[in-house]
């Protein structure tokens, strides 16, 4: 997709219907084919854990978040307590707090009812956020949650038929493709931001990149959530700090 398609002007969508079916056809590129390819890996990973095949789409369409998914499935393969497995499964997709915190403010003076915020989560992955949050600016207030459904559906619909797939070929994939397949996903996030140009971005991926190996070395558990607390947090500051220059530097 294009950069010019996620900057039309607002005149792109004249109905809510519209909105959401142009959110489905800009969802059904790269978006469908990562999350498709991760569910994939996830869908061969359940089988190979003892889950069942319904209980792997269950697990697909309600967790809907990889983290926690294969948090679930490794956990119960090895016969840990229920309540160890659904304490690090929702750790697992804490990520998505944040990523709803930011997304429902656009959706704010569209007259809908509140619980639909609650359908929007629901939806929430890093595939759909990444294509909403760069196209959200272009479009009127009551356009955004339809459009945000429309990439929401057929990304849902992708990832359940990915999971049905790769359990069915489970046998026939071999363990480095499952992990390939699944880590699929969080590239084609940094991918997509790799072309963002705010300042604090750049400076937090930067700093996530030489933190994280460090802190890896010292924590393994802990390393991802306190690399992204330490260097989103540092990013702020010196972000924050360089904009206050900026503006009392002499013109």
Not at 92 to 119: E, H, I, K, S
Not at 125 to 139: C, H, K, Q, Y
Not at 154 to 180: E, F, H, K, R
Request: aromatic share 10%; charged share 10%.
């Amino acid at each position: 997709m294009t950069e010019t398609a996620y900057h039309s002007n607002e005149k792109e969508f004249a109905s809510n219907h519209q909105a959401y079916w142009g959110g489905m056809r800009e969802g059904a590129g790269m978006p469908l084919v990562m999350v498709s390819s991760a569910m994939l890996g996830f869908g061969s990973l359940a089988r190979d854990s003892g889950l069942s095949l319904d209980v792997s789409v269950a697990l697909s369409i309600g967790l809907w978040g990889l983290p926690g998914q294969v948090a679930m499935a490794e956990m119960w393969a090895m016969g840990a307590p229920i309540l160890a497995i659904l304490v690090a499964s929702s750790m697992g997709n804490m990520r998505f707090l944040p990523m709803a915190l930011v997304t429902v403010p656009w959706f704010q003076g569209d007259g809908r009812a509140g619980w639909t915020r609650y359908l929007a989560a629901q939806v929430m992955s890093i595939n759909i956020w990444t294509v909403f949050m760069r196209r959200a600016p272009a479009l009127v207030v009551k356009r955004r949650y339809p459009y945000f459904m429309g990439v929401g559906s057929v990304c849902l619909i992708g990832g359940t038929c990915g999971t049905v797939l790769g359990y069915v070929l489970a046998s026939t994939m071999p363990p480095a493709v499952t992990v390939a397949l699944i880590f699929m996903n969080p590239a084609y996030f940094l991918f997509v931001f790799s072309s963002v140009r705010e300042r604090n971005c750049i400076i937090a991926v930067i700093l996530g990149a030489f933190t994280g190996p460090l802190l890896h070395q010292v924590t393994t558990d802990w390393s991802v959530p306190l690399t992204g607390l330490l260097a989103g947090t540092a990013a702020f500051a010196l972000d924050r700090t360089a904009t206050r220059r900026d503006r009392n530097a002499p013109s």
